[in-house]
């Protein structure tokens, strides 16, 4: 699938098949409006039966309609006007996107100037719809034999036309929605990738491969012997259990002066959770391959930010393995020593993903950055807590708060701030070893585990962590551009958007 930003009038075009926008109206009793003009006039019995009510997503098709050089028609209702925003819009375009595909047409043209004619809105908007466009065009069907007999959708090429394609602001903002979605659409498809088939070696190389030929983006792999020389006890502690070698993956960006501290992002790698010998119920542990998404969308972060150039330094660091159990693997009351030299009892082999991200997170604060966030499919608790429409997040540091639900507004994505307080952490302490992989308390899972994780953070450096454990997938239900069933790629626009508020 293509799609491109062009430069003309609607009107003007041939192609089998216009996309045009509806609004409903915010007045009750009073009827919807297309927003082309001549079309609003030709659809008037339409609009008046109530076939087009602006409604939001509605997507009405009107095949052999054949108005000037299209031949089929379909209205894309854009909800209330006060109600558009960039979220909406990337949500109607997945209808739109998905109404186009049933007409199997090798071309279609989107009237962008009839979602707004605002030139304060008119960049926000292409950047959604680009976004919209490249999020819903997603698909992971690389692993059915059935070959592939070119669909036509692989073919469809779409035209957002509008009369501001020249304009800079809404250029830049086109091609970085298309920048971001590609991205996200990346690292869904290392997250949707069976275990088998994504181990951490294959996760490092993919990211090798990723940002080959990206201007100053340099990725370094870490294989079991070095990571054994770096002192990472808990990420080898956890990797004991499987045949498959551990792997730390090190991304580095430049794009500002040397002497700019870096912002860093930390993600669990996790390729296959079975829980090691406190071993998970077998219904939906196939689910667990999605344990590396904190990773992958980590690796697509750092893939973003250098694409789009950003003018900071950034770091993305993935602690990756599986967590299986063979003779060597870890027992239930085992001690490690993680990097920092703090020591922890693994008293559930489960609560695996805080040992290794507590290597990473000591490794990222030798750094010292301006900021980490780390993203980490981390606790069931958090999927108990806020379902898969919020990811949970944790700070201690006001500011960094006031960034995160900034940068979430642009981005669009939900997160919800979490309590993380010293009572967490007091539920954490060992009794042999400094502490407890698990909580001594009850309750607050997702918070005793932030409260784990924030041993490994160097005092002062402002720290989020991120639980994507509910919107690491399967979040189809409820964000029409993203796949039913598989991965999300959570939290990179978000954590992009986090970024630039470092430049
Ligand atoms: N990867 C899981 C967390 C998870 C569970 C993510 C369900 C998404 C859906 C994590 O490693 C885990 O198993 N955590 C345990 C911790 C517990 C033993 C303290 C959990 O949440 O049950
Ligand atoms: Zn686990
Ligand atoms: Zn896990």
């Known amino acids: 699938m293509a799609f491109n930003l062009l430069n003309k009038d609607i009107d003007t075009l041939t192609c089998p098949a216009l996309v045009v926008f509806s609004k409903a109206s915010s007045q009750k009793d009073k009827l919807a409006k297309v927003t082309h003009n001549e079309l609003n006039k030709q659809l008037v019995d339409s609009i008046s039966e109530k076939t087009i009510t602006g409604k939001h997503q509605e997507a009405i098709t009107f095949r052999e309609f054949n108005i000037s050089g299209y031949r089929h028609l379909i209205v894309v209702g854009l909800g209330k006007e006060n109600e558009i925003t960039h979220e909406s819009v990337r949500q109607s375009v997945a209808s739109a996107l998905e109404a186009i595909k049933a007409l199997n047409v090798k071309e279609a043209a989107l009237h962008f100037d009839g979602i707004t004619t605002a030139k304060k809105d008119a960049a926000d908007f292409a950047k959604a719809v680009a976004e919209g466009l490249v999020l819903t065009s997603y698909v992971f069907d690389e692993l059915k034999s059935t070959t592939k007999a070119k669909k036509s959708e692989d073919e469809l090429n779409v035209h957002v036309v509008t009369k501001l394609a020249a304009d800079k602001a809404v250029k830049a903002a086109f091609h970085e929605g298309s920048v971001l979605a590609n991205v996200v659409n990346f690292s869904r498809r290392l997250g949707d990738m069976p275990g088998n088939l994504m181990t951490p070696t294959i996760l490092a190389d993919s990211a090798v491969a990723a940002a080959k030929g990206i201007t100053n983006l340099k990725v370094t792999v870490w294989d079991k012997a070095r990571i054994k020389k770096e002192k990472m006890g808990g990420l080898l502690g956890v990797a004991a259990g499987s045949d498959q070698e551990p792997r ?85 009351g085992d001690v490690h020593t993680a990097r920092n030299g703090k020591t922890f009892e693994v008293n559930n082999t489960d609560a695996e993903g805080r040992l290794i991200l507590a290597d990473a997170l000591s490794y990222a604060t030798e750094l010292a950055p301006q900021v980490i966030c ?130």
Not at 439 to 458: C, D, I, P, R
Request: glycine share 12%.
């Open 248 to 332: 730390f993956i090190i991304m580095e960006y430049k794009g500002a002066a040397a002497s700019k501290k870096p912002v860093c992002f930390v993600g669990k790698g996790l390729t296959f959770d079975c829980g090691g010998i406190s071993i998970k119920p077998g219904a939906g542990m196939e689910e667990m391959k999605y344990d590396m998404c904190g990773g992958a969308n980590v690796i697509g972060t750092l893939l973003a930010i250098a694409q789009l150039k950003l003018k900071v330094n950034a770091v993305g660091l993935v602690a990756s393995t599986e967590n299986l159990i063979n003779g060597s693997a870890t027992k239930p």
């Open 374 to 503: 780390d993203a980490a499919t981390l606790t069931g608790a958090m999927v108990v807590a806020l379902g898969n429409t919020h990811t949970g997040y944790f700070t201690r540091n006001s500011a960094l708060k006031t960034k995160i639900e900034k940068a979430a507004v642009q981005s669009g994505e939900w997160v919800w701030n979490m309590p993380l307080t010293d009572f967490h952490l007091k539920d954490m302490k060992g009794v042999y070893a400094d502490l407890s992989n698990i909580s001594s308390g009850k309750g607050a899972g997702s918070a005793t585990a932030a409260a784990f994780l924030e041993q490994f953070v160097g005092e002062g450096i402002p720290w989020a962590h991120f639980d994507i454990a509910g919107t690491g997938w399967a979040v189809g239900n409820r964000l029409p551009y993203a796949p039913k069933k598989g991965a999300s790629g959570a939290m990179i626009r978000t954590f992009v958007e986090v970024a630039k508020q470092y430049v």
